[in-house]
């Protein structure tokens, strides 16, 4: 949106094909955490603003490469975003990645706010493989349902990506007024039926200092696949295309804010 609007106001004539029915990406799940709903007031702005400036916007509209080159457009700009990577890679372990993924209780952040009449059971592990706020808010999501929540990181600290913002101890304060507990330089080993073992990053799998923990779902935080499969293909076909936002490399709002204005304005 913000490429679809900069190119709008430098007076391109510009259509922005949406896959879904409607705009603002990650954000729309993003914002229904808690204390996150002002989140969508700049999907909203945007969302004005385009059709201030007479955007073509196509709701519902998933393009294959084939279809795009057809139209005839003077520049592509490839904002398809990512998606959740459930692979079950832990970055301090790479070589061991969690077993047991493919049960039904193993949910991305993505499938649990867009699920959130489901019913999450008594107890959930959330693993936060990025220590950003994304593990945070599937926590704390959790936690205000009931919900007994552990957490667990590869990481020394609690959510070290947003500590200079000041978000780690408002949200520690909240999380604490339900059950919840933060296990530190630890990993997801296995996912069971009711439970996952937990083991320390620095001790091989079949240490004898992993733990069963409770759980009847399980949240899996961990960096996102980007979606790039039209990039080669337009290229290929000699289409002016510019790769933006997750669809370049998996990031944050502040980033794609950026490269889309930037991708707008050199066009």
């Known amino acids: ?36 709903a002002n989140l969508g007031d700049i999907t909203q702005w945007l969302e004005q603003e385009i059709y201030r400036l007479g955007v073509e916007v196509r709701r519902s509209t998933y393009l294959e490469a084939g279809e795009i080159t057809g139209e005839g457009w003077d520049e592509v700009i490839l904002a398809t975003g990512s998606t959740p990577r459930m692979d079950g890679v832990q970055l301090s372990n790479p070589g061991e990645p969690i077993e047991g993924l493919e049960q039904p209780h193993v949910l991305s952040s993505h499938d649990l706010f867009a699920q959130s009449d489901r019913d999450f059971g008594e107890a959930a592990v959330v693993v936060d493989d990025t220590g950003h706020y994304e593990a945070v808010a599937a926590a704390e999501h959790l936690v205000t349902r009931g919900v007994a929540v552990t957490y667990v990181s590869r990481l020394a600290a609690f959510a070290p990506g947003v500590e200079s913002a000041l978000m780690t101890e408002p949200a520690l304060e909240r999380l604490s007024r339900g ?74 709002l502040v980033a794609a804010m950026r490269e889309g204005h930037l991708a707008g304005a050199a066009v």
């Open 1 to 36: 949106m913000e490429a679809a609007r900069v190119a709008a106001e430098r007076g391109h004539v510009v259509t922005l094909a949406e896959a879904e029915s409607r705009l603002g990406g990650a954000i729309k799940l993003a914002m229904l955490a808690p204390t996150r």
């Open 179 to 252: 059950q919840f507990t933060h296990l530190a330089r630890h990993r997801a080993i296995a996912i069971k039926a009711k439970e996952v073992v937990i083991g320390p990053t620095y001790l091989p799998s079949g240490s004898n200092q992993t733990h069963r923990v409770k759980a009847d779902t399980v949240v899996l935080v961990s960096i996102n696949r980007p979606n790039r499969d039209l990039m080669e293909p337009l290229k290929q076909a000699g289409v002016p295309v510019r790769l933006i936002g997750d669809a370049s490399t998996p990031r944050h």
